[in-house]
Every structure is written in C-alpha cells, then in structure tokens.
C-alpha cells in the first residue's frame, strides 16, 4: 500500500517551544506488531511525542523515520497511514453513533456502510448504533472514538490516555482490542498513567522523564517496581 511502512523511529529528536524543552535528544524505534507503552509523570514529555510522531508537529532538531523514509516530504501519503486517538476525543456529541462514524468515514475517502458497521461491532455498540453520543459513557465514547480513529486501517495507532475515566471492563475492552491490532501487523504506542493495566497490554516501555528517555526496554510483570525505580518516585 502506498505510504505504508513497517517501523517508525525517532532519531536524536528535540522539540523546543521558545526556551522550553519539551523533549530533549529523544530517540526510539517501534516496529508492526508492538504495542509501546510512554509511561511518565504529567509534563514528561509524552503528548509532544505523540503528536512528533503524529506529524502534527515538526522536531526542531533530529528526525523521524517512517520505514526508510523521512516525515519531512511524505505527510499527505504518512497521515493516511496514521491513526490517533487524542485525549480529547473529537466526537460530535449531538450526532449518533452511526453518524460520528459515517462522517469521519466520509472525511477518509471510506465507503461508509460496511466499515462503520464493522467498527460498531468491534467497539461492541451495534445495538446502541442509532442512540446519540452525548447519552453514552466515558468508556462507549471512547470505544467509539477509537473506532473512529481505525476507519482507515492505519498502520501506526497513536493512543493518548486511552484509559481516562474507564472501568475496568471497558478498560478491558480496549485493551483487547489493541492486542488484535497488534496481531494484526499494527504499530502501537500508548501513553498512559495507568500501569496496571499496562502491565498486561505492552511489550516494550519508554519511560520519560524530563523531556529525554530515561529507559527503554521490554515490558516485565514487575513494571510498577520497575517503573519507580527509573522515576524514582512513588505511583
């Protein structure tokens, strides 16, 4: 597929906004079928990434490779291959669910009525199809703005907070839903705070502190314990 890539790496990146350092000499590699997780306290650093690697915003220094390209020159073809799923979940709360979903579908260039059915499905809201977002909890608007996100089948899926204010079944939800993209050959990174059920989602941690990687290694049963002794701090 045109665009397509099997591996996104950021390379000696700083992002700069006048003199602060957002993210400072940053550099990772993510390949298909890996799920990242970006752990670190609020201001680490984790949102610039994410929208680094979203193309949203340009590195001030470095680069970010996209397979063996750059992202300089390549972002019309890279963004359709591109999938994220802000912490403001972008949904119009007065359109129903079929509707959210057919709009953006339409946006993407999608023949809509098969995929938006199949993306009801996988968010498990078929039956609630027709009922307006804005009656929906937390955890069905977020299954339903990650489906969005997937529309096109992207190969890189950008998650930021996805567990904010879930229980833990549509916490479970989603990660299930993360694994079979995974599976799939997707490449997945997830900022999240909650560690619990990192632990049993990721294979690989980033751990930023400050703006700069402070490990970068593969996902243990221990990563609460290993995650305070790299922060050095409770959590």
């Known amino acids: 597929m045109s665009g397509d890539f099997e591996s ?4 000696d990146v700083s992002r700069h906004f006048g003199r602060r350092r ?8 993510a390949r298909a079928g890996e799920i990242v997780g970006l752990l670190g306290p609020n201001g ?3 949102s610039t990434l994410l929208n680094l690697l979203a193309t949203l915003a340009a590195p001030t220094s470095g680069s970010i490779r996209f397979g063996d390209r750059e992202s300089r020159g390549s972002m019309p073809a ?5 999938g994220l799923l802000a912490h403001e979940l972008h949904l119009y709360p007065e359109l129903t669910a ?6 953006f579908a339409q946006l993407y260039g999608i023949d809509g009525t098969a995929r938006v059915n199949s993306a009801l499905e996988d968010a498990g809201l078929a039956e609630r199809a027709d009922e307006e977002v804005a009656g929906f909890s937390r955890g ?3 299954r339903i703005a990650l489906e969005r996100a997937l529309l096109h089948d992207p190969r890189l899926v950008l998650l930021d907070e996805p567990f904010t204010g879930l229980d833990d079944r549509a916490g479970t939800r989603i990660s299930e839903r993360l694994r079979r993209l995974a599976a799939a050959g997707a490449i997945v ?39 305070r002794s790299v922060i050095g701090t409770r959590t």
Not at 8 to 11: K, M, S
Not at 22 to 29: D, F, I, K, R, W
Not at 78 to 82: H, N, S, Y
Not at 201 to 216: C, E, T
């Open 44 to 46: 680490a650093g984790k």
């Open 140 to 142: 069905m608007r977020q």
């Open 98 to 103: 079929r509707q959210n979903l057919a709009f």
């Open 8 to 11: 996104v790496a950021l390379v």
């Open 189 to 227: 990174i997830l900022a999240t705070h909650d560690l619990d059920l990192a632990a049993g989602l990721v294979s690989r941690i980033v751990v930023i502190r400050d703006g700069r990687v402070a490990s970068d290694e593969p996902a243990t049963a221990e990563l609460r314990a290993r995650y």
């Open 22 to 29: 957002a993210v400072s000499h940053v550099s990772m590699t």
């Open 78 to 82: 890279l963004r359709r291959r591109i």
